[in-house]
């Protein structure tokens, strides 16, 4: 089971998308699972692209304390409002690639030896099914970075609407 979420707004898709840019990357130590505060996260990281965003723990850390992001759209309903769809994927994987690209070197540098190209590509789909696997069967319990980023989401959508209180100084 995939993590999928569906959310309805009263909002119109721009006020939506403005207030997941300003207010999904709040940051509050409290507010941050003990696991992802030991893992080294330091953030969340807000990506916006036309009607597209992508939420993603930031960490300086090596591993990153989750693997997975929070990619979604904001589409307008025809009744007005919005719906936001949002989906956990994976943030860095990228073993095909490599494996095409290491495929191409060993192919030109080590005089066009293909079989082992051959086995490089094998080895990068068998990551990526590898990675498939998972995260076909990741549940919203079963990692707390992607929690953490569908909960930062959802507290950006109920503060969409209210109005800003201004800070003391």
């Known amino acids: 089971m995939a993590v999928n979420l569906e959310l309805i707004s009263p909002h119109p898709p721009a006020a939506v998308l403005e207030a997941i840019r300003a ?10 699972p003990t696991d992802l505060r030991r893992a080294g996260a330091q953030g969340v990281q807000v990506r916006i692209k036309g ?4 939420l993603a723990i ?5 591993p990153q304390p989750t693997e997975y992001v929070l990619t979604g759209e904001v589409h307008a309903r025809p009744e007005g409002g919005s719906r936001i769809r949002a989906t956990a994927a994976l943030g860095g994987s990228h073993a095909v690639d490599l494996a095409i690209g290491a495929a191409l070197l060993a192919l030109f540098a080590w005089g066009g030896r293909i079989w082992f190209g051959v086995m490089l590509v094998a080895v990068g789909g068998f990551v990526e099914w590898l990675h498939l696997r998972r995260l076909m069967a990741l549940t919203l319990d079963a990692d707390g970075g992607i929690q953490h ?7 950006a959508l109920r503060e969409l609407g209210k109005p800003s209180v201004p800070s003391a100084i």
């Open 149 to 155: 980023l569908a909960g930062r989401l959802e507290a």
């Open 51 to 54: 009607q597209q965003f992508r």
């Open 58 to 62: 930031k960490s300086s850390w090596e």
């Open 23 to 32: 207010r999904a990357g709040y940051w509050q130590e409290s507010l941050v």
